[in-house]
């Protein structure tokens, strides 16, 4: 996420932060190089002008405390400016003072709407809510077919009728409220670009449904261009909060941080791979923190609670204590991780890693599939002793996994390293279950 905005700012804190003094001369160059990495990001051009600035005038006046040198400043500075540019603080769904809550979700066609609704929906389900999907594209070709198969996928209901589009959202906010449902997401139909037909019927819906929360979705690879139509969106409809979607392409960034600016309205949420599980409630600080490299522990420690079931810990714990830890335990911790995430960004959230990042130290997720895959190409007695695995059995689990028996090797190398740290940290009283997520 924000690769090339996160490369090109770490190089310039990492330069600031050697600096014993600040003068208007390195202040002059940084903020140059500062200036033209955001450009190069695609932010609009007030917003890295005004971003310049504010950066110039408080660096410029800076008193230097004791327990910071000038160029740890100066990067606080940016730190503190850049949180203020994504929005300064987190915001949150309003909900109804009587179910059930209505979310309605605008945007252009394509740019992820449907899949995102989904993703809310889980997100909100997890949350012990009761949310009810509802399409009213009527124009895209199995739109509600789409809908239906992501709502089964998740396990939440999807409102089907054939009624126009206010009579159905109205009827699936009635349907909600006699199911004791508390949240409606309703789901609309896009265009290509901005036309009268589409905002007269965002209007219609806005006016009847009376929604406490509009979330314009738009698409975070497309830059500036996401930034200009929710700004007519805006305009023109009015919405609470901004969803940014895709972001864990190789997204240059210029929308997350140009589009609070422009719109004056919050980013509250962002999509962050293709799975339901894939969003991220938007933290403004935690993703500052993220850009300039320094990390973010606290997301972090949130993906692995969310992703780590703590009764399966505490067995796992014990079984590496007595050293009984299998390959089928180490398969279970290695489709626990996955469910975090790309790692890629979970590295990114584990403070100096960028530095690793600057030395093309590269990640790869397919690592852990092709890890599953030679797992399950071993039989039961392979993986509950695994030291029966000689020569010809490797050879006989990389025919079966598609892999090399290089492969085979470097995965067992990476299990018995596990069971020997485990084996170092029972001896140092330490909990055992660290060691089996790297920690």
Known sequence: MLEQLQ?????????????GKITENNIRDTLRSVRRSLLEADVNYKVVKEFIDNVQAKAIGITVTKSLTPGRQVVK??????????????????????????????GLQGCGKTTFAAKLALMLKNQN????????????????????ILGKQIGVPVFSDESKVVKRATEAVE?????????????????????????????ALKKNLKPQNILFVADGMTGQDAVNTAASFNDQLGFDGIILTKMDSDTRGGAALSIVSVTGKPIMYIGTGEKPENIEAFHPDRIANRILGMGDVVSLVEKVQAAIDVEQAEKLEKKLLKQQFTLEDYLDQLKQIKKMGPIGDILDMIPGFSKLKSKNIKVDDRELTRAEVIIQSMTRQERQKPNLINGSRRKRIARGSGTQPSDVN????????????SKQMSKMKLPANLSAFGM
């Open 129 to 148: 809510r009761k949310p009810l999907l509802v399409s009213v594209d009527v124009y895209r070709p199995a739109a509600m077919q789409q809908l239906e």
């Open 175 to 203: 349907f909600a409220r006699k199911q004791h449902l508390d949240t409606v997401i309703v789901d609309t139909a896009g265009r290509l670009h901005i036309d009268k037909e589409m905002m007269k019927e965002l209007d």
């Open 7 to 19: 490369e090109s700012l770490g190089k310039i804190v990492k330069t600031l932060r050697s600096e």
């Open 77 to 106: 500075i940016f730190n503190d400016e850049l949180t203020r540019l994504l929005g300064a603080k987190q915001y949150h769904l309003k909900t109804a003072s009587m179910p059930p809550t209505v979310i309605l979700l605008a």
């Open 410 to 421: 470097r995965l067992l190398n990476q299990y018995w390293q596990l069971v020997k740290m």
